[in-house]
């Protein structure tokens, strides 16, 4: 549906909002101003690395606004005077008080990528992959003071495919939310839009995730490590010590074959509480990802 341009906020930091930024645009809505994360050091000259969404805003000629808080006065005296018609959050990771949610003239819509109000929070596709959930979706809610706890008006679901990684869902999802932000907005604008409250059962959280919780524990069954190796990869990735060294497991295979957890049946496979996994992809620190074939030929498990 073709729609009046609307004056736009984007509100979005990682990779994950970079194609509803996109939308946006090819929309043809206004997009009046862009908030991201600040710039923060990274890498091993630790220099100041822009967002994937501040990247892109200024490849689009966009303005960008990068505050630390949205809680001063100033900072929401600024967001105000943007005479919005909505606001878009997409992973933003700051939290919008009451004076932000409520200076768009039609409010502050979120792309969520979960079935709410199973996964609320930082990690829900993690958190989903991780579960071995079956499948997850995508909804587009209007923002409250809550934590993912308002109304759902576009919720669309998918399967979760049974060798998909996080990031492999991640940029399937990112794709179809900023298509359903856009189909959100028109609904909004020919005053069409169903707002669905939120079930009260069911509610699950998907907290930000632990480097310590992603470590292999070997008495877990093998497809349990598979859906956690799965839920982690690539980032901050499952890990286990071999040698003194931290290793990263990217992508593993469930086997039926077994022992005892954590010994090595084979070079490549590991006896799980059920089962065995057989290594795929594996990653030393600081060094670059391999398949195991080639890891193991210079880095054999005893």
């Known amino acids: 549906m073709r729609v009046a341009p609307m004056r736009v ?3 979005g930091s990682p990779e994950f909002a970079v194609p509803t930024l996109d939308a946006l645009v090819e929309a043809g809505h206004d997009v009046v101003a862009v908030y991201a994360q600040p710039p923060r050091p990274a890498g091993r000259g630790k220099k100041d690395r822009l967002t ?4 892109r805003a200024e490849a689009l000629g966009l303005p960008v606004h990068t505050p630390k808080t949205l809680r001063d006065d100033d900072a929401q005296a600024t967001f105000a005077a943007l005479d919005l018609d909505v606001a878009v959050v997409a992973a933003y990771g700051l939290i919008l008080p009451r004076a932000i949610l409520d200076a768009p003239r039609l409010g502050c819509l979120n792309i969520h ?5 199973r996964w609320r929070g930082a990690a829900p596709i993690q958190r989903a992959v991780m579960a071995g959930d079956a499948e997850t979706g995508v909804c587009i809610m209007r923002m409250e003071e809550g934590l993912d706890t308002g109304p ?5 679901t998918t399967p979760i495919g049974p060798r998909e990684t996080a990031a492999d869902l ?5 794709v179809w939310g900023g298509a359903l932000l856009c189909d959100a907005l028109a609904a909004l604008q020919a005053r069409t839009a169903t707002e669905t409250p939120q079930s009260e059962e069911g509610v699950l959280y998907a907290p930000k995730i632990d480097k310590a919780e992603a470590r292999v524990d070997w008495t877990r069954s093998a497809a349990d490590l598979d859906a956690h190796i799965r839920g982690l990869s690539p980032f901050p990735g499952a890990w286990f010590e071999a040698k003194g060294e931290r290793i990263k497991v990217l992508l593993a295979e469930p086997l039926d074959d077994g022992g005892d957890p954590g010994a090595v049946i084979a070079g490549d496979t590991i006896a799980c509480g059920t089962g065995s996994l057989r290594l795929l992809r594996l990653q030393r620190a600081g060094k670059p990802a391999m398949d195991a074939e ?7 498990l005893a």
Request: net charge positive; charged share 15%.
């Open 113 to 117: 990528p979960s079935l709410l109000p």
């Open 170 to 174: 991640q940029g399937r999802l990112a």
């Open 9 to 11: 906020a984007f509100m």
């Open 52 to 55: 994937a969404v501040h990247a």
């Open 152 to 156: 759902v008006l576009i919720r669309e």
């Open 294 to 300: 080639d890891f193991l030929r210079g880095f054999p």
